[in-house]
Every structure is written in structure tokens, then in C-alpha cells.
């Protein structure tokens, strides 16, 4: 069912496809400082330096990770003269952090040993 404002993905040939699909996205995922950036652009578009400001991290890291959320399709990129702005592409992404979150944070409580 498409949600307005929402990219509607390919669809994968293949389970295969499906898999390699959702491994690609859980890689990206997989990133402390890309969730963070996540999270910080999900208020509206933001500039780099706004986001290195924010998070305190160096220009060049957080353009590295800019780059694989971009390549990812997690971003979009927008340039207004000098300047670079990033915006989620899709809501939902938010609600894939957020349920890791919620799942992580469940196993951690039922967890008796390391």
C-alpha cells in the first residue's frame, strides 16, 4: 500500500533479490554515527556543518557517512548555491531505527549473561 511521500522501492525479482536488499539497508543501519545523523536529519533538511556542529564530529566523517547514506537511497541531497542539504527520503526509516531500538533494548533487559 503506498503511503504519500513515500518512494515506492523496486520490487526484487527474487527472494535472493529480497534478502541482498534488506542486507544492503541493515549494513547502512549498522553505523552509531549514520543512526545518529538519521535521527538528527529527521527534523528537516540540514545542512553538513549543522550536522557536524550538532553531533561533534569531524567534516570529513560526517561527509563519509553522508556518502553511504546517500548511495543507500536513505537521504536525499539537495543544493541551494554553496550549500548541501540533507533530508530523510522516506519516514519509515524512522520507524526501522526505532524498533531496532525497541528490540534491542528488550533483549538487553532479558539478558542473564554476557
Known sequence: MSRPGH??????????DTLKSAAFLAKT?????????????SGGRKSVSSIVEELALSQPLV???????????????????PFIYYE?????????VQTLSDIATDLLKARKTF
Open 63 to 81: 561527509s563519509h557517512h553522508l556518502k553511504e547514506l546517500k548511495r543507500s537511497l536513505l537521504v536525499k541531497v539537495e543544493r541551494e548555491g
Open 7 to 16: 518512494m515506492q522501492p523496486e520490487q526484487p525479482t527474487s527472494v535472493d
Open 29 to 41: 543501519l549498522s553505523d552509531g554515527n549514520r543512526l545518529r545523523i538519521l535521527l538528527f536529519i
Open 88 to 96: 530523510l527520503s522516506d519516514d519509515r526509516i524512522l520507524d526501522i
